[in-house]
């Protein structure tokens, strides 16, 4: 490009010349100190997409983003492709009440009404339970609210949730409720949309089967991970339990066993043809495992896993989830909680016991990765968002914005008797303080800073849930880890973009560092990890 001459015409079209206009010192200072606070702006903006992004994905996980927007008076939701509005609905909550209602139908929901409460479908029981708490915790008609989750809430909100996630993100079949409105159909039903709402949120694209095909046997449906691409066939059993979810003693088994019919289920289920990789889901329908380290069937869960896998066929491996959601049988606990059993059935690198070196874990993991995605959504089951926008409660609820990264404020707690204004740069939580120290550069001087904001309880419930990204930070720094293995990862997460002379640096004085030296950045970095990470682990 040739240079512009400084006595030329300026090319911003201001008919000056150049060397007074765009090429002058000072405009030029200028133009740079714009730029860099533009470039600053987009840095930020993009900053803040990754955390809005972060805690919507908590909240509704990896399906198609709940889509809403408010129109006057009235909240619009879509459902696929239909469209539902309201005046009343504040909350998710709120439509999903009133979602279920309009998908089950009016007339069969008030012919069950009418029925004595131990003759009514177990939906319209867990109804009436629902509308008994709603109303001895109301405050008042029209205002936001918390209240105890109760197993009925569960059962009832989360049968709501799994059918709008269906016809969200696939198909809500007339013969799917059907199912669930027959007595005789609707456990299976049941459990089948529990299933399905557990893998949209972790992440996979369901394709439905043709049940009125008799042809051929075939699985529930088909699912395909947006993460690896991945198709799988999938099939979902629960155990039949007299007296429960309206199962008798004809269909029902009297064993106290709650693994006796495991066996069963999953030789039913390696028999139907499989063209791609199988995931097979069995609920064991028990009472919940209450105060125990782990549920008090998984050893024997295990055992009849281990024997069927000895006389395996070719083609019939599967990542089997042992389940018990165990919410129905809860109904008015307000800690019910669900359990699951992870077992790779042919699959020796996939949740089998045994000790297991940090790095072959972490192998193991994103080899596996799907397997390991089911399993964290069924732990977060039944996860019902909070809010209709993604955002935390804590702000959508409250006239009260949160403290951002990047974001720049006046605040009158500080030593200036004027306030400073100043711009996030960092934030930290102290819980038993209920307070976020933070980190501020003022924009008069440049001096950095630490203020303290307090937390109320419903800000700090949405720290706890959502960490860092809370206040806009993308990476969140202060996890909470469970165990070695969360701390490992979380490790080497923080490392993943580490130059490569950056690790050949901090590794200097490995004991072991010409081997490390032949290593490509990311094995190196899995094996410094694992070292830091047992480091810690022994000196706690």
Sequence with gaps: MAKIPRNAKCPCGSDIKYKKC???PTKTAENDS??????TNVANLHQRHISDEAIRVAQQGLGRPIISANLGDYTIVAAGSKIHWSKQWKTFNDFLLDYIKKTLGSDWGNAEL???VEYRHPIIQWYDLVCRQQASQAKKAGEVYTGWMTGAIYCYLGLAYNLYLLDH????QARLVARLKDIKQFQGAYYELIVANCLIRAGFE???EDEADRSTKHCEFAARSKTTRKRYWIEAKMRSVPGILGKTKQDGSASRDPTSRLSKHLSEALKK???DERIVFIDLNTEPSEGLKEPSWVNQASRRLKDRERNLQVGQEAYVFITNMSYHREQHSSSPSGEALAYGLGLPDFAKPGPVRLTHWYRQKQKHIDGYNIMESLKDYPRIPDTLDGRPASETFSKNQRIRVGETYFSDDADNQDGV???????TVNEDEKKAYVAITTRDTGKGMILTAELSDAELADYRLYGDAYFGEPQNRHAKCQDIFDFYEWLVNCYSETPYEKLIELAKDHPDIERLRQLD???MVLELCEGWAHAANSSR
């Design 22 to 24: 765009c090429g002058s």
């Design 34 to 39: 714009q730029q860099a606070r533009a470039m």
């Design 114 to 116: 009418s029925k004595p």
């Design 169 to 172: 993100n696939v198909e809500l």
């Design 206 to 208: 369901l394709v439905l």
């Design 273 to 275: 043809p499989a063209p």
């Design 421 to 427: 204004v100043g711009t996030v740069t960092s934030s």
């Design 521 to 523: 950045r990311d094995d």
